[in-house]
């Protein structure tokens, strides 16, 4: 398994991610700087650790398996878009999130 990673994984454009990463955070820090308050540097962290994480599991994940969800996912996810139409809650004059018991979310991100 590790032996694909060392063959097929693109070490390349994870060294750019993860710099881009790294870029967004300083930023933010920078930005926001209030020793008492680092909330949205934390956030930020917490969400970028599991983007990492889920890169990682997904990065063992075989391609014939991701090529043979490809479509099935495709489905699922345009399915999403059209149901936000008709039921989504309205934020700004755009009927594109979904709403419930405080969270939301948007189906195009």
């Known amino acids: 398994m590790f032996s694909y990673l060392k063959e097929y ?3 390349k454009a994870l060294a750019v991610c993860l710099a881009l990463v790294a870029i967004g955070l ?3 820090y920078s930005a926001t700087f209030d020793i008492n308050n680092a909330a949205n540097f934390r956030r930020q962290l ?4 599991i983007g990492f994480v889920a890169m990682v ?3 063992f994940v075989p391609m014939k398996t991701i090529q043979r969800l490809a479509l099935p996912t495709y489905a699922v ?3 999403i878009l059209i149901i936000v139409l008709a039921v989504g809650s309205v934020h700004k004059g755009s009927r594109s999130w979904f709403g419930a018991s405080g969270f939301g979310g948007q189906p195009s991100e």
Request: proline share 0%; charged share 0%.
């Open 57 to 59: 599991a997904v990065a």
């Open 77 to 79: 996810v345009f399915a």
């Open 26 to 28: 300083l930023s933010i």
């Open 9 to 11: 994984f693109n070490w």
């Open 46 to 49: 917490s969400w970028a650790v």
